[in-house]
């Protein structure tokens, strides 16, 4: 039976597990109508309700914890990855990977967020939450690139940038701050594509570019669900309401003209089918790139700054 | 037995009580002296005392870091569209309207340019008793704006921040104001002009990860709190205590991030001087 299912999912997962049950006696007994009738029905089911989930469910695919990862990527759709670690100043920070890697014929710099899949790896990856020498090592991998023109694609998956003590006595806020202003002039192509969770500055903090793509059940804005509950409904209980408030989905950025693309997951999310997903994932990434490739690096750091020029809506 | 108990062990209990006493008088937060009105606005709101720098908003920078009506406004009428069609408790648009009329501000900022002793220079400063001095999309913009006059002026830019962070009630639209303002600082500083941040209490969140922290020379006021995420929330992280004058001024010029700390009735002075040595002509 399929571990991590979450609540909307029970009714798949039940007529599923009934199907499975009914299996083991199709031997003994005539039930093939039965069990086609049935797998239609579960087909009907699944369709019926991944394809009209509610703001917050998509926050709880978003943050599915089988869904592919920045690495997971990286090894399905590059070859011959090296990665590169430290921001040459402090430490290395896990909760950011990158380095250099081939693409079909296109060598790209990746780097992305990275959570962990167990308690450990989860420790080690610091929940996806980076410091700031995780920044500061994505600067450093794409200054590095410039200087070779080599493009970048971000991958963002963060809950948020981590609130330690140590990450302000290093300087959180200057560490992202510095990457927006270094990431809004770079001269090579950025590609972003939010593959999980796009909370906040910790996003951000890698998130500037020529095309900010987001697969189809992931989340971006400027604070989670449950930490706007809590601090405008005061209470940790309205995250379903914050969710749709603040209107964080895909569909609703693009609407919004934040990001510039959706990238279609497998019927119910990323992790039901990763080679799946990475196939599409790829395939966008090289058609996005392509279509930048052609544009003179002066043009595309105006560009970018008319891009993000453009964003919020105000009464003049 | 308690009937309340506290989850945390290591936590003490969120705020003490200040009561203020009526009309003409404010009380000292920080040593309790009790100050006229007009006292403190003679001592450009520090308290005599301590040196305690009471929070003021922008039209009192205004009053005392521009040479005598200099200072000419841009942008005077902006005001937020309310994107999301935002609602939590109250529709954002009424809480908008209710602080308008509240605090005689239209969002969070002032922008404008004016002179600092006969040095014309471009300026920014917010207003915490808007929405805590959250930055939404009119903050961004007229941020924005401004670094452009700064641009095609080719003068020099000083912003004083004072906010609680990004405007939620905005979403991403509010996020996107960090990338919008970096990115039009990154040009001014492409084509060598300066820029001066000003920290004053609180700045925190996306407005000191954007650019309250990218000046070519970044000053705060005394005991200012500066940061990233908020006390509360490290606390909650952590599980203890932050130590005395943790995310401060002082605390940030112990550890790299800010040139120096500037008493309240220096500020004008110590602008005019940097604005001097980096003046090209």
Same mark, same amino acid.
């Given at each position: 039976m399929a571990k991590n299912v979450l609540d909307f999912e029970k009714p798949i997962v039940d007529l599923e597990n009934k199907i499975d049950e009914m299996r083991k006696y199709e031997g003994h007994l005539d039930i093939a109508d039965e069990i086609k009738v049935l797998e239609e029905k579960v087909n009907q089911l699944k369709y019926n309700i991944y394809e009209n989930l509610t703001r917050w469910q998509k926050v709880q695919l978003a943050r599915h914890p089988e869904r592919p990862y920045t690495l997971d990527y990286i090894y399905m759709i590059t070859e011959n990855f090296i990665e590169l670690h430290g921001d040459r100043l402090f430490k290395d920070?896990?909760?950011?990977?990158?380095?250099?890697?081939?693409?079909?014929?296109?060598?790209?710099?990746?780097?992305?967020?990275?959570?962990?899949?167990?308690?450990k790896s989860n420790l080690f990856r610091n929940f996806g939450m980076p410091n700031p020498e995780g920044y500061r090592k994505a600067l450093r991998l794409m200054k590095l690139a410039e200087k070779f023109n080599i493009p970048v694609f971000t991958m963002l998956d963060t809950p948020g940038a981590y609130p330690g003590l140590?990450?302000?006595e290093r300087g959180q806020a200057e560490a992202i701050?510095?990457?927006?202003?270094e990431m809004s002039r770079l001269k090579v192509p950025i590609i972003i594509t939010i593959i999980g969770e796009g909370a906040s500055g910790g996003a951000l903090g890698i998130g500037i570019g020529d095309r900010v793509l987001m697969l189809q059940n992931t989340w971006y804005s400027v604070i989670s669900p449950e930490s706007c509950s809590s601090i405008l409904w005061r209470s940790w209980d309205y995250k379903e309401q914050a969710a749709e408030s603040l209107k964080l989905t895909a569909e609703d950025l693009?609407?919004?003209?934040?990001?510039?693309?959706?990238i279609p997951e497998p019927l119910g999310g990323a992790h039901k089918d990763h080679h799946l997903m990475a196939d599409t994932l790829k395939k966008v990434l090289l058609e996005e790139l392509n279509s930048l490739r052609k544009i003179k690096p002066e043009k595309l750091v105006q560009n970018r700054l008319e891009k993000f020029g453009k964003m919020g809506v105000y009464v003049d | 037995m308690a009937w309340f108990k506290r989850s945390k062990e290591n936590i003490s209990p969120e705020s003490r009580k200040t009561d203020l006493p009526d009309g003409q008088w404010s009380k000292c937060e920080d040593c309790g002296e009790i100050i006229h009105n007009k006292q403190l606005e003679?001592?450009?709101w520090m308290c005599p005392k301590c040196q305690y720098h009471f929070r003021i908003g922008s039209d009192q920078y205004i009053s005392f870091i521009f040479d005598k009506n200099s200072f000419k406004e841009y942008d005077k009428k902006m005001r937020s569209g309310d994107p999301l069609e935002f609602e939590d408790t109250k529709r954002y648009k009424d809480r908008i309207n209710a602080t308008i009329k509240k605090s005689g501000?239209?969002?969070?900022?002032?922008? @404008?340019v004016g002179k600092i002793e006969g040095q014309k220079a471009a300026f920014a400063c917010m207003d915490f008793g808007f929405i805590g001095g959250s930055m939404g999309s009119v903050v961004g913009e007229k941020i924005a704006r401004i670094i452009d006059v700064a641009y095609e002026d080719k003068i020099p830019l000083v912003i004083i921040s004072q906010s609680g962070g990004a405007r939620m009630m905005e979403g991403a639209f509010s996020l996107m104001q960090m990338a919008k303002t970096s990115a039009r600082l990154a040009r001014h500083a492409d084509a060598k002009l300066p820029f001066i941040s000003v920290l004053t209490d609180p700045t925190t969140g996306g407005v000191t990860a954007s650019y309250a922290m990218l000046g070519d020379v970044i000053i705060a006021e005394p005991k200012a709190l500066i940061g990233f995420a908020g006390p509360r929330v490290i606390r909650q992280t952590i599980g203890r205590d932050l130590p005395e @004058?943790?995310?401060?001024s002082e605390f940030l010029l112990e550890n790299g991030f800010i040139d120096f700390i500037v008493n309240r009735k220096q500020l004008k002075e110590k602008l005019s001087h940097l604005l001097f040595y980096f003046n090209s002509n």
């Amino acid at each position: 039976m399929a571990k991590n299912v979450l609540d909307f999912e029970k009714p798949i997962v039940d007529l599923e597990n009934k199907i499975d049950e009914m299996r083991k006696y199709e031997g003994h007994l005539d039930i093939a109508d039965e069990i086609k009738v049935l797998e239609e029905k579960v087909n009907q089911l699944k369709y019926n309700i991944y394809e009209n989930l509610t703001r917050w469910q998509k926050v709880q695919l978003a943050r599915h914890p089988e869904r592919p990862y920045t690495l997971d990527y990286i090894y399905m759709i590059t070859e011959n990855f090296i990665e590169l670690h430290g921001d040459r100043l402090f430490k290395d920070d896990h909760a950011i990977v990158g380095g250099l890697a081939k693409i079909d014929y296109a060598k790209v710099m990746i780097i992305g967020h990275q959570k962990g899949r167990d308690t450990k790896s989860n420790l080690f990856r610091n929940f996806g939450m980076p410091n700031p020498e995780g920044y500061r090592k994505a600067l450093r991998l794409m200054k590095l690139a410039e200087k070779f023109n080599i493009p970048v694609f971000t991958m963002l998956d963060t809950p948020g940038a981590y609130p330690g003590l140590e990450a302000e006595e290093r300087g959180q806020a200057e560490a992202i701050a510095k990457n927006l202003l270094e990431m809004s002039r770079l001269k090579v192509p950025i590609i972003i594509t939010i593959i999980g969770e796009g909370a906040s500055g910790g996003a951000l903090g890698i998130g500037i570019g020529d095309r900010v793509l987001m697969l189809q059940n992931t989340w971006y804005s400027v604070i989670s669900p449950e930490s706007c509950s809590s601090i405008l409904w005061r209470s940790w209980d309205y995250k379903e309401q914050a969710a749709e408030s603040l209107k964080l989905t895909a569909e609703d950025l693009l609407e919004q003209g934040i990001i510039d693309r959706i990238i279609p997951e497998p019927l119910g999310g990323a992790h039901k089918d990763h080679h799946l997903m990475a196939d599409t994932l790829k395939k966008v990434l090289l058609e996005e790139l392509n279509s930048l490739r052609k544009i003179k690096p002066e043009k595309l750091v105006q560009n970018r700054l008319e891009k993000f020029g453009k964003m919020g809506v105000y009464v003049d | 037995m308690a009937w309340f108990k506290r989850s945390k062990e290591n936590i003490s209990p969120e705020s003490r009580k200040t009561d203020l006493p009526d009309g003409q008088w404010s009380k000292c937060e920080d040593c309790g002296e009790i100050i006229h009105n007009k006292q403190l606005e003679v001592n450009l709101w520090m308290c005599p005392k301590c040196q305690y720098h009471f929070r003021i908003g922008s039209d009192q920078y205004i009053s005392f870091i521009f040479d005598k009506n200099s200072f000419k406004e841009y942008d005077k009428k902006m005001r937020s569209g309310d994107p999301l069609e935002f609602e939590d408790t109250k529709r954002y648009k009424d809480r908008i309207n209710a602080t308008i009329k509240k605090s005689g501000l239209n969002d969070a900022i002032k922008t @404008g340019v004016g002179k600092i002793e006969g040095q014309k220079a471009a300026f920014a400063c917010m207003d915490f008793g808007f929405i805590g001095g959250s930055m939404g999309s009119v903050v961004g913009e007229k941020i924005a704006r401004i670094i452009d006059v700064a641009y095609e002026d080719k003068i020099p830019l000083v912003i004083i921040s004072q906010s609680g962070g990004a405007r939620m009630m905005e979403g991403a639209f509010s996020l996107m104001q960090m990338a919008k303002t970096s990115a039009r600082l990154a040009r001014h500083a492409d084509a060598k002009l300066p820029f001066i941040s000003v920290l004053t209490d609180p700045t925190t969140g996306g407005v000191t990860a954007s650019y309250a922290m990218l000046g070519d020379v970044i000053i705060a006021e005394p005991k200012a709190l500066i940061g990233f995420a908020g006390p509360r929330v490290i606390r909650q992280t952590i599980g203890r205590d932050l130590p005395e @004058g943790f995310q401060r001024s002082e605390f940030l010029l112990e550890n790299g991030f800010i040139d120096f700390i500037v008493n309240r009735k220096q500020l004008k002075e110590k602008l005019s001087h940097l604005l001097f040595y980096f003046n090209s002509n």
